[in-house]
């Protein structure tokens, strides 16, 4: 019926070709391109398409239409107070930081000034600047195509300068074809025609009568935009479903945690750098945390002599543990308090059986923020506990994991945890931007595993996994992940 209102249009006009913006008069515009692709389908129309190319002005060009070019600026300055020259250096009372270099390259390359020992100075204050000009001429008349080799080199030059930018355009004119003009010759009478064919078609019969339009799966439509998940969201299940079906079991353990659970049982000394303000978030309320009294004595002396139950088993840190600052609390600064939780919760017969486990989730760090840091992000763990598993295992798996995640080349080098030994970092390659760190990993010490009674090896690794999401999603911004951005969100 459409396609029928739309010949109609063409016959009652009687023009042979329309642009979009013509027809929308008639027919309702969402309907136009579907209906001509139709009519071209069928040889009617023919649909011709033109790209053009249209110039925007950008917030910066508004401004120079209402207040002029920044070289403008310092001549409308120095005429207003009576003056033709001015030091370079007190330029900075009437542009911006960051638009004074670019004004005095334009000034000398216009010819308008010219500079002598650190003064400019004005040939003319009265001078025309095609450069505004064209400007306000586009703003007129955006399409490209109606200037000059000339104009369109300042054009270009505009565009360098920020004032534009180039946006393409496509415009469509619909034109009957010989057979289309036969056609629309008779008179066109639109039929009633069934889109959706109810229950009262069927029972009524007036199925029988009507026309019932085939689906064209083919022809476009406006594009919608149903609702979906936060990229965010969708990344960290994806990740879990690649860890699920490597083996690995999902644990969560508390945000507000124990500098016991966070650091102490992590082998890291009670003066580690790592637990200053500057990292850590400590936190006034609640003030303590209950910490499990018999492993806090173990932890204590392996952090005192290292020994456990009177056995060496390492030099320990050689200094006075304090029970006090095991029970602070803080914003768990690493997801390794989840994987070490785990550990410790383990029965003597659980202990007897192997371990894959992972933990996706928050953790805290008193950091600056900027373009790669948050002082809230996530992180992305797992362990790995087995008689027999080694380093080499540690690296496989990881490069497994990576290359699952869509991470071609992966590389590692030696690292330093407290808390793993041997240790490691690894690398991913990323076209464009080279090698980037992404996560670090190793065998958790003796020290850490002795105070748990734990006798198999355990393999350990953590994910920035803000950074990951980031690298997934090309962004260069840690905050772009936060701000939802909704034109960024319809299309990721
Ligand atoms: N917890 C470490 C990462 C890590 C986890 C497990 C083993 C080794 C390193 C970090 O936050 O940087």
């Not at 040889?43 to 053009?52: G, H, R, S, W, Y």
């Not at 890291?268 to 910490?291: N, S």
């Amino acid at each position: 019926m459409d396609e029928k209102r739309l010949l109609k249009v063409f016959q009652e006009t009687r023009k042979e070709i329309m642009d979009v913006d013509e027809l929308s008069k008639h027919i309702e515009k969402e309907k136009i391109m579907r209906t001509a692709l139709w009519l071209s389908g069928k040889e009617l129309v023919d649909i011709i398409e033109n790209k053009e190319s249209i110039a925007i002005l950008t917030e910066e060009g508004k401004k120079v239409l209402e207040k002029g070019l920044p070289e403008r600026r310092i001549a409308k300055y120095l005429k207003e107070n009576d003056l033709t020259s001015i030091p370079i250096k007190d330029l900075k009372n009437i542009l911006d930081k960051d638009e004074i270099n670019a004004a005095l390259g334009n000034l000398k390359k216009k010819g308008i000034a010219k500079i002598e020992k650190g003064n400019i100075i004005f040939e003319s204050l009265d001078y025309e600047d095609e450069e505004e000009i064209l400007l306000a001429k586009l703003k007129e008349n955006p399409h490209l195509s109606l200037y000059n080799e000339k104009e369109r080199k300042i054009i270009e030059n505009l565009k360098k300068r920020g004032f534009i930018k180039i946006d393409e355009k496509v415009e469509r004119k619909i034109k009957l074809t010989e057979k289309g003009k036969e056609y629309i010759k008779n008179p066109i009478e639109i039929k009633e025609e069934i889109t959706q064919l109810t229950r009262e078609d069927i029972i009524g019969g007036r199925w029988r009568e009507a026309y019932i339009r085939p689906y064209d799966v083919k022809i476009p439509v406006e594009e919608v935009y149903p609702a979906k998940m936060h990229p965010l969201t969708r990344i960290i299940r994806e990740v879990k479903e690649v860890l699920i079906s490597m083996g690995f079991k999902e644990i969560k353990s508390p945000i507000v945690e124990t500098e016991f659970w966070n650091f102490d049982v992590l082998f890291e000394p009670q003066d580690h750098p790592a637990r200053e303000m500057q990292d850590t978030f400590f936190l006034k309320y609640p003030t303590e945390g209950d910490v499990p009294e018999d492993l806090l004595k173990k932890v204590k002396s392996i952090h005192e002599d290292g020994t456990i139950d009177g056995v060496k088993v390492s030099e320990g840190w050689k200094y006075k543990f304090d029970e006090n600052v095991s029970r602070r609390t803080v914003l768990r600064t690493h997801t390794t308090a989840s994987s070490i939780r785990y550990l410790a919760s383990l029965s003597e017969e659980e202990k007897e059986k192997p371990h894959k486990v992972f933990c996706i989730d928050r953790v805290f760090r008193n950091e600056a923020i900027d373009y790669k840091h948050l002082p809230e992000f996530y992180q992305c763990e797992g362990i790995i506990m087995d008689d027999n598993v080694t380093f080499d295992n540690l690296v496989g798996i990881l490069k497994e994991f990576l290359n699952r995640l869509g991470f071609e080349k992966v590389r590692f080098r030696p690292a330093y945890f407290p808390f793993t030994e041997p240790s490691l970092e690894a690398e991913v390659y990323l076209e464009g931007k080279g090698w980037l760190e992404l996560l670090g990993a190793g065998m958790f010490r003796p020290e850490v595993l002795e105070p748990l009674g734990i006798k198999k090896p355990v393999l350990a690794w953590g994910i920035g996994f803000s950074r990951l999401a980031m690298l997934k999603l090309g962004l260069n911004d840690i905050r772009d992940l936060h701000k939802n951005d909704l034109d960024w969100l319809k299309r990721v």
